[in-house]
């Protein structure tokens, strides 16, 4: 008994964390609990995504056969995430093309590292230092691998750091431009977790979240730059943030990180897919710029099971809670056949989230509609009616 008890109370110790998240949660954790074991098979992905219009957008451009297209509500606007870095790539580009920031200049890791919010998607942060590291010389990194960063690792500090650099006037310009009002523009990831942290503010996560979806799109936009500006120029302000953040990162159950993520900019997978095509087809801003930017975007291809079957490979994704998407483009080593697509997941029930994001399924998803005939024309048949 005494060996039964002593083992039972060290798991428990050593993952209190992980049990004090499930008690916590488990009501979410349940949701959509019904689709996991129907979702174990893309033909199952298949059945979710024509049974839940409400969640999903499918923007599938077939570029050889266009009649063979899905658009499945993709002219809804969805949570973008770490799509939203689409539109960060986008605009660095133009801003090197227009000679205003060097592909070559060299970036301190430490300035970088500055906006990063402690235990905030910790993970991914340190898989994207490990691979600054990797660039680096002297901690020194090209600005040119940060931003590979940003887009292959989903590296928020480094998106962040891009952001300042470029300013929020010039990826305003940007979007604005080059979506026609179908996506809005991207904001700082540390101002939105600043400014729903309820550590900071003396008020309950619900009452401050609800607070903040009352707010016009203005007003919060306001609100998240000035919390991003502060962070990075008051050394209080950023201690205070600091400390808020130490203990358990941003505070915020299942339920509330999804209310979250409701607040932060969305896009139209429709817009999202032909600005896709440009790239594919060379038509961003010269032939070379949009090779230079495909090739940031082809790293899926370091995969021997994605060499496989795709010739052309290039995408950047989201798996945040309760939101999933991505934007690709490739070609099919069998049939030749060229794709451009985006595809959002967004309000998910929380349980089928886990299930799907711990699998991949989206990313699955969105190379086989380029490969695999069978999984095209199910999509096809149960999907492309929609609008």
Do not use: C
Request: hydrophobic letters at 40%; proline letters at 3%.
């Amino acid at each position: 008994l005494f060996v039964i008890i002593f083992i039972v109370s060290l798991v428990y110790f050593l993952n209190r964390q992980a049990f004090h998240t499930v008690f916590e949660n488990q009501e979410a954790l349940a949701e959509g609990s019904e689709w996991v074991e129907k979702t174990y098979s893309l033909g199952g992905l298949v059945d979710y995504i024509e049974a839940n219009p409400d969640y999903v957008s499918i923007a599938s451009l077939n570029l050889s056969y266009p009649d063979q297209s899905i658009h499945y509500n993709d002219d809804t606007p969805r949570v973008l995430g770490t799509v939203g870095h689409f539109s960060l790539l986008g605009s660095w580009f133009e801003a090197k093309q227009d000679g205003i920031l060097s592909a070559d200049s060299l970036v301190a890791i430490e300035d970088i590292e500055r906006f990063h919010l402690p235990n905030i998607s910790e993970s991914a942060h340190q898989a994207g230092l490990i691979a600054l590291k990797d660039y680096a010389e002297d901690d020194y990194v090209p600005l040119k691998e940060v931003v590979q960063v940003m887009i292959t690792n989903n590296h928020l500090a480094s998106a962040d750091f891009l952001y300042d650099l470029l300013g929020y006037e010039r990826i305003d310009s940007f979007t604005q431009n080059r979506f026609g009002g179908n996506v809005e523009t991207p904001l700082p990831w540390s101002g939105f977790y600043i400014l729903a942290q309820p550590m900071l503010h003396g008020k309950q996560a619900e009452e401050k979240l609800n607070q903040l979806a009352d707010l016009d799109q203005e007003s919060l936009t306001d609100l998240v730059l000035d919390r991003f500006q502060k962070f990075k120029d008051d050394e209080e302000f950023k201690s205070q943030v600091n400390q808020a953040f130490s203990g358990d990162g941003h505070n915020l159950n299942f339920t509330e990180q999804r209310q979250l993520y409701n607040l932060t900019p969305r896009g139209k997978a429709s817009a999202l897919a032909k600005f896709a095509q440009k790239v594919l087809d060379d038509e961003f801003i010269s032939e070379d710029v949009s090779r230079e930017m495909y090739e940031m975007l082809s790293w899926p291809l370091e995969e021997q099971s994605t060499r496989q079957h795709l010739e052309r490979y290039g995408a950047v994704y989201e798996n945040r809670m309760s939101i999933l998407g991505g934007v690709d483009m490739g070609e099919s080593k069998y049939t030749g056949e060229r794709y451009a697509q985006a595809i959002l997941y967004d309000n998910m029930p929380i349980g089928l989230w886990m299930h799907m994001s711990s699998n991949f399924m989206n990313q699955d998803y969105q190379k086989r509609l380029i490969y695999d005939p069978e999984l095209k024309r199910r999509s096809i048949s149960a999907l492309a009616d929609e609008s």
